[in-house]
T-cell receptor, first 117, second 114 residues
Framework: DGGITQSPKYLFRKEGQNVTLSCEQN?????MYWYRQDPGQGLRLIYY???????QKGDIAEGYSVSREKKESFPLTVTSAQKNPTAFYLC????????????????FGPGTRLTVL | AQSVAQPEDQVNVAEGNPLTVKCTYS??????LFWYVQYPNRGLQFLLK??????LVKGSYGFEAEFNKSQTSFHLKKPSALVSDSALYFC????????????FGGGTRLMVKP
């Protein structure tokens, strides 16, 4: 978990609310990622960013939004459009996303557990 | 498309015995393969990876994995299990010939009993 921090550790949301999850890294990595983890389903990619002011949708981007205004920060907003947001959210970073020929390792933060009340 | 399968939801092993956690993959190009471990309510910790070179990869905490191209497998192994190895293990794959993201398996829970 070293070098990547996520806050808060636990978050509770009421129906219809937007909430923002924080992710910060001090590893000087170019690429950052957001994953959602549900029991028995492994990790699914929500959004990723290869460089500041640029990001791409992953496999399950609907109901989520991100920004990348600084290299070290990649916050995730869970909007009211996300129908089933209760999950464990993991942020990761890597030196680069890895084009052909690269095998950069992704390093993960400690996670945020979001519960909808 | 790329995919990875972990056929066992749970593996039980006695402390001191060897352990194997299975992983098979499917990619169009060259596979880049990773193993991660997750302890309860924590993030994933990197264990080891295969990019190229020797088929036997050694990683953290005494774990190793063997890349088998003909069987499209990358099983995680450890010669002697510890109770503290009990955790959730994830295999992940990326097509090294394309700029794809990682695809994770569903995870295997390892239970090591004293």
């Amino acid at each position: 978990d070293g070098g990547i921090t996520q806050s808060p550790k636990y978050l509770f949301r009421k129906e219809g609310q937007n909430v923002t999850l924080s992710c910060e890294q001090n590893l000087n990595h170019d690429a950052m990622y957001w994953y959602r983890q549900d029991p028995g389903q492994g990790l699914r990619l929500i959004y990723y960013s290869q460089i500041v002011n640029d990001f791409q949708k992953g496999d399950i981007a609907e109901g989520y939004s991100v920004s990348r205004e600084k290299k070290e920060s990649f916050p995730l907003t869970v909007t009211s459009a996300q129908k089933n947001p209760t999950a464990f959210y993991l942020c990761a970073s890597s030196p680069r996303t890895g084009g052909a020929g690269w095998g950069d390792t992704q390093y993960f933060g400690p996670g945020t557990r979001l519960t909808v009340l | 498309a790329q995919s990875v399968a972990q056929p066992e939801d749970q593996v039980n092993v006695a402390e001191g015995n060897p352990l194997t956690v299975k992983c098979t993959y499917s990619v169009s190009g060259n596979p880049y393969l990773f193993w991660y471990v997750q302890y309860p309510n924590r993030g994933l910790q990197f264990l080891l990876k295969y990019i190229t070179g020797d088929n036997l990869v050694k990683g953290s905490y005494g774990f190793e994995a063997e890349f088998n191209k003909s069987q499209t497998s990358f099983h995680l192994k450890k010669p002697s299990a510890l109770v503290s190895d009990s955790a959730l293990y994830f295999c992940a794959v990326r097509d090294g010939s394309a700029g794809n993201m990682l695809t994770f398996g569903g995870g295997t829970r390892l239970m090591v009993k004293p």
